[in-house]
């Protein structure tokens, strides 16, 4: 069973930069594709990206395209988001999610397993 655990989120002002890990417990994350959600206070759960199986090929919302990008260390069992020029409206609850031998999907139900969310707060 895969268990996913968030980890570096944090307290950054705008502008800052902040890098989220994403580990798999034992479990490769190479036949999984791994997509990043975020979720703001009393808001829905919104779609930041997704790398597909392998990390081959990544799609990202266009909120996020140019200021967020996602890599993994296949050897580490981990996934990256890196986020750059942070913004007060960044802030919420950022989540990984992996789905295995599935497409990358812009949306939460495909995904089956989940890790418990790291807090990213941006103000000055």
């Known amino acids: 069973h895969l268990q996913l655990v968030e980890s570096g989120g944090g307290l950054v002002e705008p502008g800052e930069s902040l890098r989220l890990s994403c580990a798999s417990s034992?479990?490769?994350?190479?036949?999984?594709?791994v997509g990043w959600f975020r979720q703001a206070p009393g808001k829905e759960r919104t779609w930041l990206g997704c790398?597909?199986?392998?990390?081959?090929?990544?799609s990202y919302a266009n909120s996020v395209k140019d200021r967020f990008a996602m890599s993994r260390d296949n050897a580490k069992n981990t996934a990256y988001l890196e986020m750059n020029s942070l913004k007060p409206e960044d802030t919420g609850v950022y989540f990984c999610a992996a789905v295995f031998a599935g497409q990358c999907a812009e949306v939460p139900g495909p995904y089956d397993h989940w890790g418990q969310g790291t807090q990213v707060t941006v103000s000055s």
């Open positions: 034992g479990l490769s994350l190479e036949a999984y594709s």
């Open positions: 790398s597909n199986i392998s990390g081959g090929r990544t």
